[in-house]
């Protein structure tokens, strides 16, 4: 009985993939590359925060998925131009910049298994990011907010996603999982806020009769 017990077993839980819906909670941080007007190239630093994913699956291989995310970070720049607060003279210093950001995306996510499940998610959508006055560093100064010359400002993105990971089911209710992944702003809109993401999530799935 053995055998045909546990058949049944793997065969209840492949089939609980399809027509289900899960909310996922995910901490997400890694390495930010952050694009500036001002500097002479792009600044790189680290970022965290948190997403929230819905997902609903019509089969067992794929889920189709909307995921909002709020992340943080500082990038830190080699150079940037500024004109400080009491001096009409440009002058090019190093600074840091803090950044937030909100990110809705949408895409789908193909899943590769059962138990133990490779994922690989793919998504586009739009995000905005808000930029602190930098901090500059001149002359053993730190010049802060209206003394840079550079107020806050938001800018927004197109940004497109990807991610592989590993889930792994706890129970038909439960999975529990962690991906690596990149988001890239396109160019164009606003000056760009790319990531490299690793995050680790706990999912809750349910199966409503829709």
Same mark, same amino acid.
């Given at each position: 009985m053995a055998g045909p017990r546990r058949r049944l077993l793997a065969a209840g839980v492949a089939h609980a993939d399809r027509r289900e819906a899960s909310v996922h909670v995910q901490p997400v941080g890694g390495r930010l590359s952050l694009g500036e007007a001002n500097a002479s190239a792009a600044g790189a630093g680290g970022f965290g925060g948190l997403a929230v994913r819905a997902s609903y699956a019509t089969a067992n291989l794929f889920q189709y998925d909307a995921q909002v995310s709020v992340l943080a970070g500082t990038a830190a720049f080699d150079q940037g131009r500024f004109v400080l607060s009491g001096s009409s003279t440009p002058i090019d210093a190093p600074f840091t910049l803090a950044t937030q950001a909100v990110r809705l995306d949408a895409g789908?996510? !193909?899943?590769?298994?059962? +138990?133990?499940? =490779?994922?690989?998610? %793919?998504?586009? $959508?739009?995000?905005? /990011?808000?930029?602190?006055? =930098?901090?500059?560093?001149?002359?053993? /100064?730190?010049?802060?907010?209206? *003394?840079?010359?550079?107020?806050?400002?938001?800018?927004?993105?197109?940004?497109?996603?990807?991610? %592989? $990971?590993? *889930?792994? +089911? !706890?129970? +038909?209710?439960?999975?529990?999982?962690?991906?690596?992944?990149?988001? /890239?702003?396109? =160019?164009?809109?606003? =000056?760009?806020?790319d990531t490299l993401d690793l995050t680790a999530h706990l999912g809750r799935y349910w199966y409503p009769r829709w």
């Open positions: 789908a996510t !193909v899943r590769l298994g059962v +138990r133990w499940i =490779p994922t690989v998610r %793919v998504a586009a $959508g739009v995000q905005a /990011v808000r930029r602190a006055s =930098p901090a500059v560093e001149f002359a053993g /100064v730190t010049y802060l907010g209206a *003394d840079t010359g550079q107020a806050p400002s938001v800018a927004y993105n197109l940004v497109a996603t990807a991610t %592989v $990971g590993l *889930d792994y +089911r !706890v129970t +038909r209710r439960w999975i529990i999982g962690a991906a690596i992944g990149a988001a /890239v702003a396109a =160019p164009g809109l606003g =000056p760009r806020w």
